[in-house]
T-cell receptor
Framework: KAGVTQTPRYLIKTRGQQVTLSCSPI?????VSWYQQTPGQGLQFLFE???????NKGNFPGRFSGRQFSNSRSEMNVSTLELGDSALYLC????????????FGPGTRLTVL | AQSVTQPDIHITVSEGASLELRCNYS??????LFWYVQSPGQGLQLLLK??????LVQGIKGFEAEFKRSQSSFNLRKPSVHWSDAAEYFC?????????????FGTGTRLQVTL
């Protein structure tokens, strides 16, 4: 069974631009969660989608948004990029949510210049 | 709200020595508890998890962890460390409940293994 895939793996943007990251969960998994990892703040929960509905949201500004498609693939979007958005963005999929095992993708490394 | 504390930022052990990584959590009830490992430039790999039942859980790569409710702890152990275990280790907690969907992570412990 294929694991969680994230595209692109690396991305360089400039301040003020927007970016879209993609995550394909493990086949059959309906929950997709997104996390931001930075050296200063560590791993922080962004949001979780389940069956195309946002079920939980972390404490991030509205510039961070996401969506999930009917095939469970998910995208997250960051608008008006700031230098502080530079991070590793991790996607995790599970059957039902965090109470089940979450499988993480390799992440997308976003650098904002 | 749940929280996790990993008091050790960096630990160095010799190959073949035993290892214990500390994790304390805060949650109003018995949470779901996890240990993940991350190698440089990689995503997170689940080592083991505790949901209920036996408080000593076995994981992959020879790791085990013990849930101690009275101490709100979930420490990770390995009897003999291998050089390939060098990585960063994260303890995480999830709220219980049917719609629980958020993992809260500790700040991580970086493990260095000397030969």
């Amino acid at each position: 069974k294929a694991g969680v895939t994230q595209t692109p793996r690396y991305l360089i943007k400039t301040r003020g631009q927007q970016v879209t990251l993609s995550c394909s969960p493990i086949s059959g998994h309906r929950s997709v969660s997104w996390y931001q990892q930075t050296p200063g703040q560590g791993l922080q929960f962004l949001f979780e989608y389940f069956s195309e509905t946002q079920r939980n949201k972390g404490n991030f500004p509205g510039r961070f948004s996401g969506r999930q498609f009917s095939n469970s693939r998910s995208e997250m979007n960051v608008s008006t990029l700031e230098l502080g958005d530079s991070a590793l963005y991790l996607c995790a999929s599970s059957l039902l949510g965090a109470s089940n095992e979450q499988f993480f993708g390799p992440g997308t490394r976003l650098t904002v210049l | 709200a749940q929280s996790v504390t990993q008091p050790d930022i960096h630990i160095t052990v010799s190959e073949g020595a035993s290892l214990e990584l500390r994790c304390n959590y805060s949650y109003g009830a018995t949470p779901y508890l996890f240990w993940y490992v991350q190698s440089p430039g990689q995503g997170l790999q689940l080592l083991l998890k505790y949901f209920s039942g036996d408080t000593l859980v076995q994981g992959i790569k020879g790791f085990e962890a013990e849930f101690k409710r009275s101490q709100s702890s979930f420490n990770l152990r390995k009897p003999s460390v291998h050089w390939s275990d060098a990585a960063e280790y994260f303890c995480a907690v999830a709220a219980t409940g049917g719609t629980a969907s958020k993992l809260t992570f500790g700040t991580g412990t970086r493990l260095q293994v000397t030969l």
